[in-house]
Structure formats: C-alpha cells, structure tokens
C-alpha cells in the first residue's frame, strides 16, 4: 500500500510533536499524574486553542471536519509523549458517539463547550462482568412518565470523574446479554443518584467506578434510537481502539528511539554496549516489530468506514499486533537498560506500563484474536 500523508496532514503530526516535546517534558508529566485532577487544566486549555479537540467534529458545532487520519497522526503524537490528558475518551469515544448519534439540539449544547476545552466527556459502558462483551449489560432504564429511571452499576470508566457529560450503555429491554434492547443516555455528571469513585490506572490514566441509583432522566436524554445502540457502540469502540492503537505506535516509537540513544552512550569494557551484536541484533527486532504495528494501523485507520466485517477484522489485527509487540518492545527495553529500566529516573518503565494498560483496554490480544477468526 502506497500510504502517504498529505501537506496539511505532516504540518499537523510536526506541529504536535514539536509542541509536546517543549510543553511535555517528562517532569512536567510527574508533576500532572501527582496533581488531585491527574491533567492539566492548562495543557487541556493549549489542545483547544491548537484546534486538536474540534478535529473530529462538524463545522456546525465549531468543528474541523477532520478524518481518521487526523486522529491517528494526533493520538501517535500524544502516545510519543506519554500524556495522560484524556483525549482518547473525551473526544474520540464519547465526543464521536454524540457527533453520530445526537440530536441538533444535543449536538449544539455539548460539542462546542467540548472543543472550547470547557467541558468533558465520558462514556459508561464497561461492567464488571462483561469482559469487553458490549451485550452484557445490567444497568437498567426504566421508562418513567415521559422519561426514565437509570440504576446500576458502570466499571472502569476513563474520565469518570471528571466529565460533565456521562453517557451510559444500559438495557431498556431483553435479557442482560442480548444485543437487542441496549439504549444510549446522555446524564449530567452532577446528576442526583450519580456517585462516583475515582482512582488511577496503572499507566497513571484516570478512571472511575460509577453508580447510578434512581436517576431520573428526561425523554431528551436518550442518544439516538431506543433499543439498538449495540451497533454505534461497536463502531465507536472500534475507532477509539484504532486511535488507542496510534497511541501505542507513538510509544513503541519514543521507546525503540530512547533504547538506541542509550546503547550508544553506555559504555562497557571501552566502548558503547550498542557496539555487541547480540544487542543490535535484538535492537533490529524491536523496530521491525514496531513496522508490523505500523503498518496494522494505518491499514485499520483507513478500514473504519469500509463495511462492519472488514473494519473489525482491520481493528482487531492491529489490536493484536499491539499486544504483542508492545510486550515484546516494553520487556527489552527495560531489559537493555538494566535497573534504571523500572526507575523513575527513566521513562522507559512508565511507557512498558501504557502499553501494558493499552493491551488490556479494548480487548485484550486473546479477545481480538478471537474476534478476528470469527470474522
């Protein structure tokens, strides 16, 4: 395949990794993961005025217009840099499904204040049973008069805690497991019934688990059509793991770069380490498997608007490249760098832990190999 970026498009992927790589030094990182928030209001403020987070968006709501592409080059950007500012869930996931989903009303009242920076976002769909199952959910809405009444219980929720704007997978009909009768809600995260706990992730994300006791909801909150949400749910989760997974080239990169800058300068017995063959032979692995990684998400990128089947089997194949080769590129780094691999002197050991989570979040390798062969 003859990929290559247009003019607009390589202004876009250096004009981002010139501004993290001056705004997004790594002890300005330590500084944000120890901050109560786990982001930086500021930087989160810069992505906005840089237009990053009206990329995906109608120009009607104050958008760009921009492809999948665009994002992948952006979320390759952010995973070079290590940020843990949650755009991934804010505008990827939960921004696309209300792009796709909403009502001109909904649309108009949240995407603007998401791409001023002013509000956040986050979609509720995982449970602690549904092992990346988007079928099997428990949380009930019950219609109540003109609306309905949410209960239940929502786990691992990325932005959780700090997005204004939740919206929730649950079960207006069926059985707990059936794809059919799965809605979409739009709650204000201030809700009365709402209770949250937040917590950080092991990559120093931010995640939360979200009860919903009795919450009472109008008739405009449901997104999009009653009892059919399992397909739009399918296609955002699949163009958010397509974007996870430029995340995680963006790592595998800043890691493979970081190792040979340091086999060049440590030395043992006179001369560089990256001198013996043994370590430049295991070197030439780790970037061949990046390539592979490469080449699996450009191809899932360009496959998210092809037919359902074709663009599953994209995202998966990427998906279980990025299992595999971000254990694979993580495990020798660390282990060519020594001690100082799992110090926090370094980096390296904080970009094994993103791709680590990476591999988990989505569906881990065994679930898209599954999913691949099924397809």
């Known amino acids: 395949m003859d990929f290559r970026f247009s003019e607009e498009q390589t202004l876009l992927g250096d004009s981002a990794g010139r501004f993290l790589r001056d705004q997004y030094g790594l002890d300005v990182r330590r500084a944000i993961i120890a901050s109560e928030a786990g982001y930086s209001a500021e930087i989160w403020s810069q992505l906005a005025d840089l237009g990053w987070l009206a990329l995906p968006f109608g120009e009607d709501v104050g958008g760009l217009e921009a492809g999948a592409v665009e994002t992948m080059i952006i979320m390759e950007a952010l995973g070079s840099s290590l940020v843990v500012e949650p755009y991934l869930a804010n505008v990827v996931l939960t921004g696309g499904l209300i792009e796709a989903l909403g009502s001109d009303e909904q649309r108009q009242e949240i995407l603007p204040a998401v791409i001023a920076g002013k509000k956040m976002l986050a979609f509720a769909y995982s449970e602690p049973d549904a092992r990346y199952d988007l079928a099997r959910v428990r949380v009930t809405a019950e219609k109540c008069g003109d609306g309905y009444k949410l209960d239940g219980h929502k786990s691992v929720v990325l932005n959780g805690l700090a997005a204004d704007w939740l919206v929730v997978s649950a079960r207006t009909g069926g059985a707990h497991d059936e794809a059919e009768g799965i809605s979409l809600f739009l709650v204000p995260g201030d809700a009365a019934g709402v209770e949250r706990r937040g917590y950080a992730t092991l990559d120093s994300q931010r995640a939360a688990e979200i009860t919903f006791s009795g919450v009472e909801l109008g008739a405009g909150a449901l997104l999009g059509e009653k009892d059919v949400a399992l397909a739009p749910m399918e296609m955002a989760i699949d163009r958010a793991t397509a974007a996870l997974a430029a995340d995680a080239?963006?790592?595998m990169q800043a890691l493979n770069q970081t190792t040979?800058?340091?086999?060049?300068t440590r030395k043992q017995f006179g001369r560089p380490i990256g001198s013996f063959q043994v370590l430049q032979h295991r070197m030439t692995d780790m970037i061949m498997e990046y390539e592979q990684v490469k080449s699996l998400v450009y191809l899932a990128t360009l496959k998210l608007d092809a037919e359902p089947d074709e663009r599953k089997r994209a995202v998966s194949a990427a998906k279980v490249q990025v299992g595999r080769s971000g254990r694979m590129i993580g495990q020798n780094a660390v282990q060519m760098?020594?001690?100082?691999?799992?110090?926090?002197?370094?980096?390296?050991?904080q970009y094994f832990k993103r791709l680590t989570a990476i591999d988990a979040l989505f569906g881990n390798v065994d679930y898209h190999r599954r999913r691949f062969a099924a397809l």
Request: glycine residues 24%; proline residues 0%; without cysteine.
């Open 260 to 264: 040979v800058e340091f086999l060049m």
């Open 249 to 251: 080239m963006g790592a």
């Open 337 to 349: 760098h020594g001690g100082m691999g799992v110090s926090d002197e370094l980096n390296v050991g």
